[in-house]
């Protein structure tokens, strides 16, 4: 047998023998698995096969070209073991492999499959154990883009600490490749030192292809210097950075990108790009501000209180933070519970009116400046479940004509973070990885010149696919209208029919609102810390709540695809001189469980418009129209499944709860029980209106 033959063999027969990892110790079930290391030369070696497929990748074995390959679903390893070297499906050209053949094993060293195979081995004396590498998957998604850019270059990393106009200077990362330059550059600012494991990845992954990579921190955190205010000082550090970046000779093109506060900083320099800039790439932020703070006069606590005390104090617990929530007078939290004032918090909550001329000052101001102005293109991510999706739409819709033809806004059915938040429906099409698309946007654009995408790409919830849309909310082509009745109705709990005809004669149900008792949000789109709330999630039974008032419609006899903002009528009255109503939509199934599509709120305040200053003219016992819209959404009901609506008072804590008395939420000290009166049939046919969309459409 010849050596080729020979090695041949022993490759087979490691590859085939399973090479199972070594047995778990009995007394330890749940210890990680320990592998053998063997050492020759001074080199250090571990078993290929055992250590891949325990972390969940596929090995193979080509008899024919004696190729070992190690794979998951977006990379490749092919090893060539008689000549000591892989290719690596992200790498350019060949590299090193040390390779050992020993006991039917394959074994290799440990630092290979730390480079390659996003896997950290821990050596310890003759035997080792292996992890995933926490980064892969922000690795992957750069080595899945869609250009096949690959690795080919040496990079550096080194920090430089940038002044500003006042002389405080920030801390910068810098990744760039090694060689002459000038290179495409991307950038990106934040106050999260959390996020550097994040960024020390995707910048090692952007240089190595020939992209420099610059993070840096927001003044205060991170290493720069300075005090941190949240929001205050990112229009001026941004435009001072983005000014310094602009004068490397290093730097051919900028494009700035980030994920929420990320995208805050991102957007608020939009009006002030220096000539390098090219293009922008914003993830989940609303640059109208309030529209993420307040609703029609109650407070999103779960955005803004709870963000508060986790990033500008030292006093966040999740309890304490619910406490918080309910203090009254909100205005006050911060220096009665949380140790002292918070600056700028104030401010935040107690200008609950779309039109305050807060919100066209200071830091907010100028990012509402910032849009129009802005003349690169721009990639666009919101969330159906996200708490900033009301104003990431508004970003799309503030462009100018010119700059929006050039550009691309993607919507799916994501929480903040990204997370499928209608996985209930089913969909394996949801995904749609930011990471590779910010690098596809900034590659396509300042490498070759090309806006890769543009318009709006909206995913149908239950469809699981994607529409391509010129605008959004999208226009829908026809509607599906409920009424409200007080005719009983089977469902999973108490509640009466929803009837797609209008009852002839008046009815009405009544129940108690106390907001020192409120409803408990259980599935939203205006939350942020509440991770398990987030999105579409299983419902209580229908009316679980005495101040919770049910309909249910029959079956749909075909599948029915909503489109737009959904939009509750409701006639109402009550005893006090100002309360909330809300609402929440679901999709009941066939075995009677009902998960949430889309909530409403409005107060009698705001029943007017709620983008209209607060109007306290109610008179109780007066009944008036409640016209709540719903934030929009693309979402198919299945048929054979029913629409449910809850109607109550309050979501908390998605929202503050509203007190029932008169004026600023954030200023008031106490509570009122409210008697409150739903209208039903004949002069008051309370109902609910769906916007469809044919399905051939």
């Not at 330059?181 to 990106?188: R, S, V, Y």
């Amino acid at each position: 047998m010849n050596k080729k033959q020979l090695l041949s063999a022993l490759l087979a027969g490691a590859l085939s023998l399973s090479m199972a990892a070594p047995a778990l110790a009995a007394e330890a079930e749940t210890a990680a698995p320990s592998y053998p290391v063997l050492t020759q030369d001074g080199a250090q070696y571990v078993p290929l096969r055992a250590i891949a497929e325990d972390l969940g990748l596929s090995v193979a074995w080509d008899q024919a070209t004696l190729t070992a390959t190690v794979s998951n679903d977006v990379w490749s390893i092919q090893l060539q073991p008689m000549a000591g070297t892989a290719g690596v499906s992200y790498v350019e050209g060949a590299v090193e492999a040390p390779i050992l053949l020993q006991d039917d094993r394959i074994y290799i060293d440990p630092d290979f499959l730390a480079q390659y195979a996003d896997t950290v081995v821990t050596v310890d004396g003759e035997s080792a154990t292996a992890a995933a590498d926490a980064m892969a998957g922000t690795r992957n998604a750069i080595r899945a883009n869609d250009y096949g850019v690959k690795q080919s270059y040496e990079y550096e990393r080194y920090e430089v600490m940038v002044p500003m106009d006042d002389g405080v200077k920030l801390r910068t990362i810098v990744y760039k490749p090694v060689g002459e330059g000038p290179w495409p550059t991307a950038f990106t600012r934040g106050p999260y030192p959390q996020q550097e494991a994040t960024k020390d990845a995707l910048g090692e992954e952007y240089a190595s292809r020939g992209f420099a990579y610059v993070y840096q921190y927001c003044r205060g955190k991170g290493g720069s210097e300075g005090e941190y205010v949240a929001n205050v000082d990112e229009r001026a550090d941004g435009i001072a950075s983005l000014n310094w970046l602009n004068e490397q000779d290093w730097v051919e093109s900028i494009g700035m990108h980030g994920h929420s506060y990320l995208a805050l900083t991102t957007w608020i320099v939009g009006d002030a790009l220096p000539e390098k800039v090219k293009a922008l790439h914003a993830q989940c932020y609303g640059v109208l501000r309030n529209l993420s703070v307040s609703h029609s006069g109650l407070v999103a606590a779960d955005n803004i209180i709870a963000w508060t005390m986790q990033n500008c104090t030292d006093a966040y617990d999740y309890d304490y933070y619910l406490e918080s929530a309910q203090y009254l007078p909100g205005i006050k939290a911060d220096d009665d519970l949380w140790g002292g004032n918070v600056e700028g918090y104030d401010d935040w909550i107690n200008h609950p009116d779309f039109t305050d001329p807060y919100w066209d000052e200071g830091c907010w101001g100028d990012l509402k400046r910032a849009i129009p102005e802005i003349d690169v293109p721009v990639a666009i991510f919101g969330g159906y479940y996200d708490h900033h999706y009301e104003g990431t739409i508004e970003a799309w819709n503030m462009l100018s004509e010119e700059t929006r033809a050039q550009s691309h806004m993607v919507l799916g059915p994501w929480n903040h973070s990204f997370g499928f938040a209608t996985s209930w429906k089913g969909g394996e099409n949801y995904t749609y990885n930011v990471d590779t698309d910010t690098f596809n946007w900034f590659y396509s654009i300042m490498v070759n010149d090309t806006v890769p995408a543009t318009g709006v790409d909206a995913y149908v919830v239950g469809d699981d696919e994607w529409v391509h849309l010129d605008s959004f909310p999208m226009e829908s082509d026809g509607e599906l209208t409920y009424y409200l009745t007080s005719e009983a109705t089977e469902s999973d709990g108490t509640a009466s029919a929803l009837s797609t005809e209008k009852p002839a004669e008046q009815d009405t149900f009544t129940y108690v609102y106390d907001p020192t008792d409120p409803k408990f949000t259980e599935g939203g789109e205006c939350l942020l810390t509440s991770g398990e709330l987030r999105g579409s999630n299983e419902l209580s039974p229908a009316g679980y709540r005495d101040d919770v008032i049910s309909f249910v419609s029959e079956p749909l006899t075909e599948d029915t695809t909503l489109a737009g903002n959904l939009v509750a009528n409701l006639f109402v009255s009550t005893d006090v001189e100002d309360t909330a109503f809300t609402y929440t939509i679901s999709e009941v199934d066939a075995n009677g469980v009902a998960h949430n599509i889309r909530n409403g709120l409005l107060t009698l305040a705001y029943r007017n418009d709620r983008y209209a200053p607060a109007v306290y003219d109610y008179v109780p016992g007066e009944i008036v129209e409640m016209e709540i819209e719903s934030l929009p959404i693309v979402w198919t009901v299945s048929a054979g499944n029913r629409i449910r609506i809850d109607i109550s008072s309050s979501d908390f804590p998605e929202f503050t709860n509203h007190t029932n008395t008169v004026g600023n939420w954030a200023e008031q000290t106490e509570t009122k029980i409210a008697n409150q009166t739903i209208y039903v049939g004949g002069e008051y046919a309370s109902s609910i209106t769906l916007p469809t969309l044919s399905t051939n459409d």
